[in-house]
């Protein structure tokens, strides 16, 4: 099966805009950008907060964060305040929508139909 991919808008000072491919994994227990996708936008979007988070992959490695970005985000027609470690997945995904994200939007998968209702 493909992975569930979406766009998203995040919001930075001054309301300008970021549009970001966003892969949505369930069983990704934190929100997370990749270091190059954000590094990409981070002109138009707030600056990263200090993390101390260090992230285990699924093949078992770590990887510390290099921040945490907090604002506004923008997904189909719902608004949400949130925040997204940042660190290099090595270009595996530019950004990942995890657990916590679905569960303050109280998202529903329909995974016979491949929707997601927010």
């Not at 907060?49 to 921040?67: E, F, H, I, W």
């Not at 109280?106 to 995974?111: E, K, L, P």
């Given at each position: ?12 000072p ?13 069983g ?14 981070a002109?138009?979007l707030?600056?990263l907060?200090?993390?101390?988070r ?5 093949n ?15 997904w ?10 940042v660190?290099?997945s ?7 929508i ?6 303050q ?14």
């Amino acid at each position: 099966s493909k992975p569930f991919v979406t766009q998203v808008l995040l919001y930075g000072p001054k309301g300008k805009t970021s549009c970001f491919q966003a892969n949505v994994d369930d069983g990704a227990m934190v929100n997370a950008i990749d270091t190059r996708t954000f590094n990409k936008s981070a002109s138009r979007l707030r600056k990263l907060v200090p993390s101390s988070r260090t992230l285990r992959m699924a093949n078992g490695s770590l990887v510390p964060s290099q921040g945490v970005w907090k604002g506004t985000l923008k997904w189909g027609s719902a608004t949400i305040t949130t925040s997204f470690e940042v660190f290099d997945s090595g270009g595996v995904w530019k950004m990942l929508i995890g657990k916590p994200l679905l569960e303050q939007f109280g998202a529903i998968h329909d995974y016979a139909l491949d929707q997601i209702t927010l």
